[in-house]
């Protein structure tokens, strides 16, 4: 069963995201809550993951219920006060570092990923609201979001409008009393009904009848399940209700409903209520806040299935024994097998680099957010520009690491029993929802590569390039002795050189408004860039002495990294810099 593997943890965010020399942040507290919320995890969410896959949540007339046991359980998460960790102070929230935050929504993901994309939704609206809602909207449903007494949704997708949310038609009227009536049909609500909690505020997307076309002409509504008294207290129903939920592949326990709006079905007038967030038709930027860093939290949902695949697979891998590995008499545990161990740390190596690039995101929040001037806006940007890849890296490494899992399992891993099945089945989505991994490759190179004019790209790459530039030169024989880094300064150095090319190429190709010829290479370009940054991040860790007794091992990985996944790099960028005239040509054979 999945263990948190809060060492690695903990490491990742003092020695590579910068939480070791942060002085807002006492590293007690930071050791406490990462411990803490391993402990919980281990112990309350992880032990339900299983059964809660095997039942699913269950709708019957407009209820939706969750497995047995999972209100409990929520209930006890909650009320211990994870769900504000990174919430304003001033609503009941804890104001931790969002480094902190991210870390510890890689713990409930690995114990549960259906468990914990509640939280991750309430937390995100949480987010927008404060960030956009007035005072009087935040002061009724903050403190009972922040505390997680209430959860939160985002109501984005429709039938018709996925990816391209400009075409959505979820309609809202003004009412004489400063409020709005919402009518429409939302599809894949994550959590938009279920019985963990008494009430459910949804952030809704819909758009005015004098709106102008397309993304500016969407506003964001708050929308709750039950509207809210005076006193605080729960008043009538509103005029929503969830039709039905998906069958779906992954995250059985977490519903994906159809919600519908304002059918009049509750109420003595048609219409769900709603409450303007923001202003009239700016919606789609107040659902950005919570978007941003909805992709992160998605992030690390591909690092907890990553993580946890491997965990599962190191340990079947200790105990079954199939055939002899070279040198034995006997029969050997498969681990001994040298494509068994080499799957084992490929495993490892892409969750510790996929976790590294999604705490250092983070770590550009936190850092945007305590800054100020020309500071402030440079992590802005930083954070901005690393959003996509600590999206899309970590979801597709989470796949990837849970398939690689299944393989290491053999014909067990393909059958139900040892869970392997089930970490490939939840991590299938992550590349999918928050923006698809072929959206975040469009934004990182139509809109992230321009930032100050390349100028945050190329200082990314810089800083890349000095920590490279650190990584000590050492003999390269095949008996190395431990702490040898062999040749991997030398092979991130080639890694970031070709980064650094096909970053100039896409500018170039971009500035000469040839769109079609950068965005054949988008996805390529996405992969390569979260290869060398997993390769540097590696090193960066593994130059690091932490007293632990461990150096030597990360040395090990980070070399094996660099020897057996960094000569992808250059194929990425031949790829990319050559490869739009081929794919251009090649459409003839989809006719
Ligand atoms: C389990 C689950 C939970 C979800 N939870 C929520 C939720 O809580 N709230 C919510 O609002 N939504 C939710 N979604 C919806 C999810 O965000 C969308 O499925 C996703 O945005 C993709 O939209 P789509 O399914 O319509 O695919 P489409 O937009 O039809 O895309 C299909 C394919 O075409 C590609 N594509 C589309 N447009 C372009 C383009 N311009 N350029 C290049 N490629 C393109 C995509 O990358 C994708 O590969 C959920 C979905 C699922 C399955």
């Not at 209100?71 to 902190?100: K, M, S, T, V």
Request: aromatic share 6%.
């Amino acid at each position: 069963m999945y263990r948190s593997p809060v060492d690695d943890i903990l490491f990742t965010l003092k020695h590579v995201a910068g939480l070791a020399d942060d002085a807002h942040v006492d590293a007690d507290i930071v050791e406490a809550v990462i411990q803490e919320a391993g402990r919980f995890c281990d112990e309350t969410i992880a032990p339900s993951a299983a059964s809660g896959d095997r039942q699913g949540a269950r709708l019957a007339n407009g209820d939706v219920r969750a497995p047995d046991g999972w209100p409990d359980i929520y209930r006890q998460w909650a009320e211990a006060g994870w769900n504000g960790l990174a919430a304003p102070e001033a609503y009941g929230g804890q104001g931790l570092p969002h480094r902190l935050h991210i870390a510890a929504m890689e713990i409930w993901n690995g114990g549960s990923m259906a468990f914990a994309l509640a939280p991750m939704l309430t937390t995100g609206a949480a987010e927008a609201l404060a960030a956009h809602g007035s005072e009087a909207l935040k002061a009724t449903f903050l403190p009972n979001m922040v505390s997680g007494i209430w959860t939160g949704t985002m109501n984005l997708t429709e039938p018709h409008a996925g990816s391209d949310l400009g075409t959505l038609r979820t309609r809202a009227e003004r009412r004489d009393d400063g409020s709005y009536r919402i009518f429409g049909q939302k599809i894949y609500i994550t959590w938009g009904e279920h019985d963990l909690t008494d009430n459910i505020v949804h952030l809704v997307l819909a758009r005015l009848a004098d709106a102008p076309e397309g993304t500016r002409g969407i506003s964001l509504f708050l929308v709750p399940k039950f509207l809210v008294n005076a006193d605080g207290s729960l008043g009538a129903r509103n005029d929503l209700f969830c039709h039905s939920i998906e069958d779906k592949l992954g995250i059985h326990a977490s519903p994906t409903c159809t919600m519908i709006y304002g059918d009049g079905r509750f109420g003595a007038e048609p219409g769900a209520i709603g409450y303007l967030v923001g202003q009239e038709n700016r919606g789609l930027a107040c659902m950005f806040t919570m978007m941003n860093n909805a992709r992160l939290a998605v992030g690390a949902q591909g690092v907890a299935m990553a993580d946890a695949a491997t965990q599962a697979a190191l340990a079947y891998a200790r105990e079954r024994k199939q055939g002899k590995a070279p040198g034995s008499a006997a029969a050997s545990p498969i681990i001994d097998h040298p494509d068994i161990a080499r799957t084992l740390l490929a495993m490892k190596a892409l969750t510790q680099g996929a976790r590294a690039i999604t705490y250092l995101c983070a770590e550009a929040v936190d850092r945007a957010h305590a800054a100020d001037g020309e500071d402030k806006a440079h992590w802005q940007d930083r954070a901005a520009l690393l959003t996509p890849i600590a999206k899309s890296f970590p979801t597709d490494v989470g796949v990837e690491v849970a398939s690689l899992g299944i393989q290491v399992h053999g014909g067990m891993g393909y059958v139900e029993e040892t869970g392997a099945a089930r970490l490939l089945r939840d991590a299938r989505i992550a590349p999918i929802y928050e923006g698809t991994n072929g959206i975040q490759a469009i934004d990182l190179v139509t809109r992230k590569l321009p930032l100050g004019h390349g100028a945050q790209v190329r200082g990314l790459i810089a800083d890349l390039q000095a920590i490279a530039a650190t990584v000590p030169a050492s003999s390269n024989g095949t008996e190395m002795a431990q702490g040898e880094w062999g040749e991997t300064g030398l092979k991130l150095s080639r890694a970031l050189g070709h980064l650094s090319a096909a970053t100039e190429w896409l500018m170039a190709e971009i500035a000469a408004d040839r769109m079609t010829e950068a965005l054949c290479g988008a996805t390529s370009y996405q992969r390569l860039f979260g290869l060398a940054l997993s390769g540097v991040l590696l090193a960066k860790g593994a130059l690091v002495d932490a007293g632990d007794g461990r150096q030597d091992q990360r040395i090990a990985l980070c070399r094996f990294f660099a020897d057996h996944h960094l000569g992808e790099a250059a194929a990425l960028a031949e790829t990319i810099c050559h490869g739009a005239a081929s794919l251009k040509a090649a459409r003839i054979a989809l006719v």
